[in-house]
C-alpha cells in the first residue's frame, strides 16, 4: 500500500455510529433511541421502523444488498445468516428494498444445530436474536459484497441464553447496579450508569499461506502436533518489538485501514516474543461494544491475512517451545460522567472510596477465583498457561510496590497512613530528560494484574471471545460491593464502617495477593500452603462452573440460572473431547499417510546406500548405522501410533461429558505426545527432501 491512509477520514465510515443517526432520524426518533441505549428504555415498533428504514437506506448507499442479525452462539466464534433487502415482487414485476422494525429487532435463526449443552432439543429448533442496540450496527464490505451487520443477542424460546452476549449484558446491568449503590454511599450524586470499560490485546502468528497448506496440522488443529525445534528459536528475543519487516507491515497497514472503517480505534502493533507472532490493540471502549470489536478484530485478522497470501493463527500454542498467544483484558469501571472507579490517586492510603474498591476486587477475586481460571479455560491454554511463558494455572493478584505497602498498612496497623512515592527516573543520560516514573514496576508474570488505573487478565487464550471472562469479573465485583453495600447502608457510623470494612477485607483476602514471579515453582508451593486452587487443565476448571459458590452468584444477579450453568458445563466437556479427538485423528492421519510413508521410503534409499558402497568394496557403516537409528524410531513411531488410534476407538465410546473430557486428557493426550517424540527425532535425521512438510524454521522464519 503505496498511498498514505486519511485515518480520521476513513474512521468510522462503514458504522451506523451517533453521528449518522443524529444526522439521519428524525429528533425524537434519535431521543427515543438514546433512551434505550443509556437506560434500556423499551422501544416502540413504530420507531423502530424509522429507525430500520434509516438504517437500511444508509446501508443501501453504503452499496449493502443484505442484512444479518450478528451473534455470538457458544462455538467460540461469530455468527450470522444473510437475508437480502428485497422485498416480494410487485404487481409490475418489480422489487423493493425494504427493513422493517420487526426484522431490525428479532431474528429467528433456526438454533438447532448451535451447542445448547441440552437446553433444547433439536425438535424445538426455534432461537431468536435480539438486536443489541448498544453495539453499534456497521456494513461489512467484501470484494463483491456489502451486508449490514446488526450486533445480537441469541436466546431461546424460552428465554435462556444461547450464546456469550446475553450473559454479559446481564452482567453489565448486575455492575452498573450495584457500583451505583457504591458510589452514592461516597456522596456520589451525578453519575447515572457505571460500565466496566475493557482494551484487549489480541496475539497472533502469521505464516505463509502456502507453507501453511501443507500442513494438516496447522489446517485442521490449528496448531502445529509433530515438529521439531530449529537451531534457533526466540531465545535471543531479538523479534520482540523489532522492526517490522515489510511484508507484515503492509499487512499491519491493511488491518488498521479495514478496522478503522469498521469503528475498532486499532491502536497499538509491535512484534511479539516469538518469531512471527505481533500484537495488536485497539483503546479501550465499554464491555459490550470491546467483545464485538475483538471478534471483527479476529475476522479481519484472518481475511485480511489471506488476502495477502498469509495464514493468521489463533491458536494459543501454534508451536511447541516457543512462546505461545493470548489475550490480555484489560478492565476497569467508568462512570458516564468520566470517572475511572479503579483510579487510586496520588496518595491512595486517603483514597478510602478507591480502597475498599480495591478490596472488593480482591475479595470477589479470592472467593471466585477457580470460576475466574474457568473463564480463560480452553484445550489450547492447556498447553501455554505455567510454561514459563503466561501465568500459570493459579489466580493471584498484583498489586505493585505502592498499593501492596498500602495493603500491608491496613494489615497490620488497621489503617494506612502513608503511600510510596514514584519518584524521578534518572537515565543516568545527559541528553534524556528525567521524568516522574510511576509508583509501582511492572510484572508481566501475574495473571490478574493492577497497572495503573485498571486490571489486567492475562490468561485469557489468544482464540476465545472475552466475554466469559468479563462476564465472570462483571459479576463477582456486582456481589463483592452489594456485599459491601448491604452492610454500609445499614451503618450507623459511615466513616468507621467503612475503616472497618477495608481492614477485614484486607486481612481475609492478602491471601490472593502475589507480587513475585508467578512462572517460578516457589509459587506453586507457596500458593498450595495459602489454600489457592492450582486448576491445570480445563477439565480441571470447568466443574467451577457448576459449584455452589457459581450458581447462589449467577442466579442472584440474574446472570445464568443453574439450568444454563449446567447447559454451559456440558457444552465445555464436549467441546475439549471434540478438539482433543480432532488433534488425535489428525496425528494418525499424518502420521499414517505422509511421516511414515515417507520415513520407510527414506529407509529404502538409505538400505540401497549400504548396497551400493558396499559393493563398490566400501565400509558402509555410517549408513548402516544412521539406518538402524531412523529404523528403530520408525518402529517406536509406529507402535505408538497404532497405541494412539486404539485409545482413539475407546474414547469414542465412553458417554459424552466429564467422562469422555477424561479419558480424552488422561489417555489421549499423552498417547500423542508419545507420538510426537519419534516423529520429531526422525525430523532431524531424514534427509530435509523426504519430510513430508515444511519444517519450524520455514513456518516461522521465513514470513
Ligand atoms: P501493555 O502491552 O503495556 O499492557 P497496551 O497499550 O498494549 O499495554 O494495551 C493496554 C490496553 O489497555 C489498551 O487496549 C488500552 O486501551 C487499555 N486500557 C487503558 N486504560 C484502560 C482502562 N482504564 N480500562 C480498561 N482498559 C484500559
Ligand atoms: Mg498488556
Redesign the pocket.
Known amino acids: 500500500m503505496s498511498e498514505t491512509i486519511n485515518v480520521a477520514a476513513i474512521y468510522g465510515e462503514n458504522v451506523f455510529n451517533d453521528t449518522v443517526m443524529q444526522e439521519r432520524l428524525p429528533k425524537k426518533v434519535y431521543k427515543d433511541l438514546k433512551k434505550t441505549i443509556e437506560e434500556g428504555k423499551d422501544l416502540d415498533l413504530v420507531t423502530a421502523d424509522v429507525i430500520a428504514h434509516e438504517m437500511k437506506e444508509w446501508a443501501l448507499e453504503k452499496g449493502a444488498t443484505h442484512y444479518t442479525h450478528w451473534f455470538q452462539p457458544l462455538t467460540g466464534v461469530t455468527a450470522e445468516k444473510h437475508d437480502s433487502f428485497i422485498s416480494a415482487p410487485m404487481p409490475n414485476g418489480k422489487v423493493l428494498m425494504s427493513f422493517s422494525g420487526k426484522e431490525l429487532i428479532k431474528g429467528e435463526p433456526d438454533a438447532s444445530s448451535f451447542p445448547s449443552g441440552g437446553l433444547r432439543a433439536t425438535f424445538e429448533a426455534r432461537g431468536y436474536t435480539v438486536w443489541d442496540c448498544t453495539s453499534p450496527a456497521f456494513v461489512k464490505k467484501d470484494q463483491n459484497s456489502c451486508v449490514l451487520y446488526i450486533p445480537t443477542a441469541f436466546c431461546s424460546y424460552t428465554g435462556e441464553a444461547l450464546d456469550q452476549k446475553t450473559p454479559l449484558l446481564r452482567s453489565m446491568e448486575a455492575i452498573n447496579e450495584q457500583a451505583l449503590r457504591f458510589l452514592r454511599l461516597f456522596g456520589n450524586t451525578t453519575s447515572r450508569k457505571v460500565k466496566p ?5 489480541q496475539e497472533y502468528f502469521l505464516v505463509d499461506r502456502e507453507k501453511y497448506l501443507q500442513r494438516e496440522d496447522l489446517i485442521f488443529a490449528g496448531r502445529t502436533l509433530f515438529g521439531a525445534m530449529p537451531p534457533k528459536g526466540q531465545e535471543l528475543d531479538d523479534h520482540y518489538f523489532g522492526s517490522i519487516r515489510d511484508r507484515i507491515a503492509n499487512f499491519m497497514s491493511a488491518i488498521n485501514e479495514e478496522l478503522w472503517k469498521l469503528g475498532v480505534t486499532a ?2 502493533q509491535h512484534n511479539e516474543a516469538a518469531p512471527a507472532q505481533h ?1 495488536l ?4 471502549m465499554e464491555c459490550n461494544v470491546a467483545v464485538d470489536h475483538n471478534q471483527l478484530i479476529m475476522e479481519t485478522l484472518k481475511k485480511m491475512a489471506y488476502r495477502q497470501g498469509l495464514h493468521c493463527l489463533l491458536h494459543e500454542k501454534p508451536f511447541a517451545g516457543v512462546n505461545g498467544s493470548g489475550k ?1 483484558d ?3 469501571l ?1 462512570t458516564d460522567d468520566g470517572k ?1 472507579l ?1 483510579d487510586p490517586g496520588k496518595t491512595p492510603h486517603e483514597n478510602i472510596q478507591f480502597l475498599l474498591m480495591l478490596m472488593c476486587v480482591l475479595r470477589s477475586v479470592d472467593k471466585h477465583a477457580a470460576l475466574l481460571r474457568e473463564s480463560a479455560a480452553d484445550p489450547g491454554n492447556d498447553l501455554r498457561l505455567g510454561a514459563a511463558e503466561a501465568p500459570p494455572a493459579i489466580i493471584s493478584v498484583f498489586l505493585g510496590e505502592q498499593l501492596s505497602d498500602v495493603l500491608n498498612q491496613l494489615v497490620e496497623t488497621g489503617s494506612a497512613t502513608h503511600s510510596i512515592k514514584g519518584g524521578t527516573l534518572e537515565t543516568g543520560v545527559k541528553a534524556v530528560p528525567d521524568f516522574a516514573k510511576d509508583a509501582t514496576d511492572r510484572n508481566r508474570t501475574s495473571p490478574f494484574a493492577f ?1 495503573g ?2 486490571f ?1 487478565f492475562r490468561m485469557t487464550g489468544s482464540r476465545d471471545s472475552v466475554a466469559g471472562p468479563n462476564v465472570v469479573l462483571n459479576t463477582i465485583v456486582a456481589e463483592a460491593l452489594c456485599e459491601a453495600c448491604d452492610i454500609l447502608e445499614k451503618a450507623g457510623d459511615f466513616e468507621k464502617a467503612v475503616h472497618d470494612l477495608i481492614k477485614e477485607y484486607a486481612i481475609e483476602h492478602q491471601r490472593i495477593v502475589y507480587n513475585g514471579n508467578g512462572y517460578s515453582e516457589e509459587w506453586i508451593e507457596e500458593a498450595k500452603r495459602r489454600g489457592l486452587p492450582n486448576l491445570e487443565s480445563m477439565v480441571d476448571a470447568i466443574p467451577a462452573l457448576t459449584s455452589d459458590s457459581s450458581v447462589a452468584l449467577f442466579e442472584k444477579f440474574n446472570v445464568f440460572t443453574r439450568k444454563e450453568l449446567e447447559s454451559r458445563e456440558e457444552i465445555k466437556y464436549e467441546a475439549y473431547a471434540k478438539a482433543i479427538n480432532i488433534e488425535a485423528r489428525t496425528m494418525i492421519d499424518v502420521a499414517s499417510k505422509q511421516i511414515i510413508p515417507a520415513v520407510v521410503k527414506y529407509t529404502k534409499t538409505l538400505a540401497d546406500a549400504v548396497n551400493a558402497v558396499v559393493a563398490a568394496g566400501v565400509d558402509a557403516d555410517v549408513q548402516l548405522a544412521l539406518l538402524r537409528e531412523v529404523s528403530g524410531f520408525l518402529k517406536e513411531a509406529k507402535e505408538a501410533l497404532t497405541n494412539l488410534e486404539e485409545l482413539d476407538k475407546e474414547a469414542e465410546q465412553k458417554p459424552e461429558g466429564k467422562e469422555q473430557a477424561r479419558f480424552f486428557r488422561d489417555a489421549i493426550v499423552p498417547a500423542m505426545e508419545a507420538l510426537r517424540i519419534p516423529v520429531d527425532k526422525l525430523e532431524m535425521l531424514v534427509d530435509k527432501s523426504a519430510w513430508p512438510m515444511p519444517s519450524y524454521a520455514e513456518l516461522i522464519f521465513e514470513v
Open positions: 470499560s475493557v482494551g484487549i490485546e491502536k497499538t500484537e490493540a485497539p483503546i479501550y490480555h484489560n478492565w476497569s467508568t475511572n479503579l497497572t488505573n485498571k489486567e
